[in-house]
């Protein structure tokens, strides 16, 4: 099984997303190609917008877009999905959450209660 701590080679992203995509498309290609790439390099299948995600958060290169994120793991099922990076991720690196969709369909990340570690 590969560790939830492995991170692209370098904290590099290919760069075939560029800087181009901007709104709501962009942001979700972006979050897309990322993602693939996390998949393959984790051997993990990537969940591109779950209602509810839970699992252990860790910390994402930026991307080629600049765009910065986190990345949400669940080793019990072998999935992870990755979520905007909030302003406390140092805090959380390691810790269980939760990522959920807000009213704006965006993916939130929240400490989950009652299972820190």
């Keep these: 099984m590969v560790g939830c701590s492995a991170q692209p080679t370098q904290g590099t992203w290919p760069t075939a997303v560029g800087k181009s995509g901007s709104g709501a498309t962009g942001k979700a290609a972006d979050r897309a190609a990322v993602g693939a790439q996390l998949a393959g390099e984790l051997g993990l299948k990537y969940v591109q917008a779950p209602e509810r995600f839970g699992g252990r958060l860790y910390a994402c290169p930026q991307s080629p877009a600049g765009r910065e994120y986190v990345r949400v793991v669940d080793l019990a099922t072998g999935q992870f999905t990755l979520a905007p990076k909030p302003r406390d991720a140092a805090r959380l690196e390691g810790r269980i ?11 939130t990340v929240q400490l989950e209660r009652g299972r820190s570690r």
């Design 97 to 107: 959450v939760s990522a959920t969709l807000d009213r704006e369909r965006r993916l």
